[in-house]
């Protein structure tokens, strides 16, 4: 029996499809750090210790995500799962109409864009799609869609629309909800007056919502995937994007920014993205200290499908390097802040009290093509107590696996603008220092 489709059907998916192509506009948003005033989950009572503490294993969980994305030998953007909902940084932008709030975990490990539509336990939630005038339901019968969101197929057996689902690998959280579209309202005030409007913003209303009893608390109200996949935002925005993280020290620094589609920022030296997963892997070359080369064997960075490599991520504040990578950095560091006690302790890591800014040397990772990122004293070291600077940088044996991945967080990209360019498969690293443009 042929199924009658109405012209307002077909101009709503045509709208939707057009909407992943080109956007009319660009828009930049600001990055709200977790530890920040600004950050609902912010506690002023917290020392320097828990926080330390808390990002520590946020880096953890991160570095084993990552790490479970390969080794089983799955073919380039075919991981099951997504990587672990949680990040340091979240994304402050309106959502519906009436506008709303929202501060969604940026990631460039996750392939879409979701948001909480429910309360829970688990996590906020101040979204209703029932009472935003311009919110729509993106229907089953149009697959081409629905194909492209994780496991957009699940709910046409017994619904006429498209349902997500996204499960997360370490901890069992998992979302799922309807997929629809709305306006997103860049900029302006907490009610979205004075923003910039995107219509039709394709992602999910997560209607479910489990988490693991022993897993982090969720922090923000969503996910904002940056991977390069179909029906992820960065898609929906000429494939393309750049962050600029400041200070990582100053919870109160206002320069964290997260530019979309044409705004974004694609300038300095580029490194080519490797084809080894969804996610960002970069070919880490060589590191230098104080301007001497480390005698490194470029093949401990060299990776593949099956392991190994170095992935850029948006959520981890540290960094992790191959076993014989970070002894022959630390070792070369402790030479210009050696004292009775800076090369005791945990090998794991490199802790040094009442450490000054003039011992530290400069230390450059150099990529393929020569990009580099430049880390200085702030982005080498941060404070982990009122007297202690620990080393941002640490083994990834040091999370209990004996593995050939390297990993580069948060705090060696700050000060820098990091420009995605997925059509071309290009990372740009460009030391800014993030400040007003």
């Known amino acids: 029996m042929p199924v009658s489709v109405s012209n307002s059907t ?135 869609v629905c194909k492209l969101v994780p496991n957009g197929n699940s709910g046409c057996e017994w619904d006429d629309y ?106 300095g030296m580029w490194t080519p993205i490797l084809n080894y997963s969804s996610k960002v892997y970069v070919r880490l070359q060589k590191i230098l200290v104080a301007g001497e080369a480390l005698d490194i064997d470029p093949i401990v960075f060299e990776g593949s499908i099956y392991g190994g490599g170095t992935v850029l991520d948006s959520g981890a504040p540290l960094s992790y390097l191959t076993d014989e990578a970070y002894r022959k950095l630390r070792a070369k560091v402790n030479e210009s802040i050696a004292d009775d006690t800076a090369g005791k302790g945990d090998l794991s890591t490199l802790c040094r009290d009442d450490l000054e800014e003039y011992e530290v040397p400069f230390v450059r990772f150099v990529f393929d093509r020569g990009a580099e990122l430049f880390l200085g004293f702030s982005s080498l070291f941060h404070r982990a107590s009122p007297r202690k600077h620990c080393m941002s940088i640490r083994s990834s044996s040091s999370v209990g696996l004996d593995e050939k991945l390297s990993l580069i967080g948060l705090y060696a990209q700050q000060l820098h603008n990091v420009g995605y360019d997925y059509n071309n498969g290009r990372v740009y690293f460009w030391e800014s220092g993030c400040v007003v443009r």
């Open 10 to 144: 077909i101009c709503f998916v045509l709208f939707v499809l057009a909407s992943l192509i080109s956007p009319s506009y660009e828009y930049t948003l600001k990055l709200v750090h977790m530890d920040s005033p600004a950050s609902p989950y912010y506690n002023a009572n917290d020392t320097l210790e828990l926080r330390d503490k808390r990002w520590v294993e946020l880096s953890r969980r991160r570095f084993k995500h990552h790490l479970q994305d390969l080794g089983n030998g799955e073919p380039p953007y075919r991981a099951a799962l997504e990587s672990d909902p949680s990040g340091l940084l979240l994304a402050e932008f309106g959502l519906g109409k009436p506008s709303t709030r929202q501060l969604l975990i940026i990631d460039t490990g996750s392939s879409f864009m979701w948001v909480a539509c429910e309360k829970s336990d688990y996590m906020p939630c101040n979204y209703s799609c029932v009472n935003s005038s311009d919110c729509r339901r993106v229907y089953c019968m149009f697959d081409e």
């Open 162 to 267: 498209c349902r997500f689902f996204v499960k997360y690998k370490t901890d069992g959280f998992f979302a799922g909800g309807s997929v629809v579209t709305d306006t997103a309202t860049f900029g302006g005030d907490a009610e979205g007056n004075g923003g910039v409007d995107y219509d039709g913003l394709l992602f999910g209303c997560a209607d479910v919502a489990r988490k693991h009893p022993f897993g982090m608390k969720f922090m923000g109200t969503g996910v904002m995937g940056l991977m390069n996949s179909r029906g992820s935002v960065a898609s929906q925005f000429q494939s393309q994007f750049s962050y600029c993280i400041g200070d990582l020290r100053d919870s109160n620094h206002s320069f964290n920014t997260l530019a979309l589609g044409y705004d974004a920022v694609l300038e």
